[in-house]
T-cell receptor, first 110, second 111 residues
């Protein structure tokens, strides 16, 4: 079974731009969660989608948004990028409570 | 404020010794507890999950849960250099399925 696939692996953007990250979950997994990981803050929960509906949301500003499609693939969008948005963005799909992480997208904002 | 706390380390342990990683949580209603391992530059992977008070063993790994004291620990016996990684504790709030993560403990196994 293929694992969680995140694209792209690396991104470099400038302040003010917007970015879209993509996540394809493990086949059959209907839950997709997004996390931001930085050295100082650790893993910070962004949001979770289940069957195309946002089920949970973390404490991030409205510049961070997401969606899930009928095939369970998910996208995350960050608008008006700030330097502090530089981080590793991890997507995880789950079935029966166990999270399976993708390799992440490393976003650098300059 | 619901939190999960871990000592950031680094925790240095000689090869072959027992590594003990600890995690405390503040929300008494938490019911599910997880330990993830993250190698540098890699994504987290599940090591152990535990749901009931007591010990749960899986090979060289033992998870211990004490709900009354609100802590969960991970013991690694016969530590190997390949165990060097950051270990993340996660606690699940069954009320909304959300996982709360600790900041992780960096473990270094010295040959």
């Amino acid at each position: 079974k293929a694992g969680v696939t995140q694209t792209p692996r690396y991104l470099i953007k400038t302040r003010g731009q917007q970015v879209t990250l993509s996540c394809s979950p493990i086949s059959g997994h209907r839950s997709v969660s997004w996390y931001q990981q930085t050295p100082g803050q650790g893993l910070q929960f962004l949001f979770e989608y289940f069957s195309e509906t946002q089920r949970n949301k973390g404490n991030f500003p409205g510049r961070f948004s997401g969606r899930q499609f009928s095939n369970s693939r998910s996208e995350m969008n960050v608008s008006t990028l700030e330097l502090g948005d530089s981080a590793l963005y991890l997507c995880a799909s789950s079935s029966q409570g166990t999270l399976h992480f993708g390799n992440g997208t490393r976003l650098t904002v300059t | 404020q619901k939190e999960v706390e871990q000592n950031s380390g680094p925790l240095s342990v000689p090869e072959g010794a027992i590594a003990s990683l600890n995690c405390t949580y503040s929300d008494r209603v938490s019911q599910s507890f997880f330990w993830y391992r993250q190698y540098s530059g890699k994504s987290p992977e599940l090591i152990m999950s535990i749901y009931s008070n007591g010990d749960k063993e899986d090979g060289r790994f033992t998870a211990q849960l004490n709900k009354a004291s609100q802590y969960v620990s991970l013991l690694i016996r016969d530590s190997q250099p390949s165990d060097s990684a950051t270990y993340l504790c996660a606690v699940k709030m069954d009320s909304n399925y959300q996982l709360i993560w600790g900041a992780g403990t960096k473990l270094i196994i010295k040959p």
